[in-house]
């Protein structure tokens, strides 16, 4: 089992940016999916970006694209969101989730690791 750990949520205005760290141990990340979840309380988790581990794609959600990008750090078992230009309707909890899959997959539901979480707000 991969287990994830979270970092670097904070509060930031509009316009701001925010880097967002996952680190991950335990099994393997060979022929996972690495991904951003978010989530507002009443909301459905949803899916904001994610990559292959042992590959080079990369996937957004429409809404963020242009303003958040996501890598990896394998040395150092890492993926980053960076997000830019922030705007008060990112404000959730994010979580880092990984998937045993080598496609782009977004229903978090395939996802069987979770992170704990970190709160990003973004004021107006």
């Known amino acids: 089992q991969v287990h994830l750990v979270e970092s670097g949520g904070g509060s930031v205005q509009a316009g701001g940016s925010l880097r967002l760290s996952c680190v991950a141990s335990?099994?393997?990340?060979?022929?996972?999916?690495l991904g951003w979840f978010r989530q507002n309380l009443g909301k459905e988790r949803e899916f904001v970006a994610e990559l292959a581990w042992s590959g080079g794609w990369k996937f957004y959600r429409d809404s963020v694209k242009g303003r958040f990008t996501i890598s990896k750090d394998i040395a150092n078992n890492t993926v980053y969101l960076e997000m830019n230009n922030l705007k008060p309707e990112d404000t959730a909890d994010y979580y880092c989730?990984?998937?045993?899959?080598?496609?782009?997959?977004?229903?978090?539901?395939?996802?069987?690791?979770w992170g704990q979480g970190t709160l990003v707000t973004v004021s107006s």
């Open positions: 989730a990984a998937a045993g899959v080598d496609g782009v997959v977004t229903d978090p539901s395939v996802f069987r690791s």
């Open positions: 335990g099994d393997t990340l060979n022929r996972h999916v």
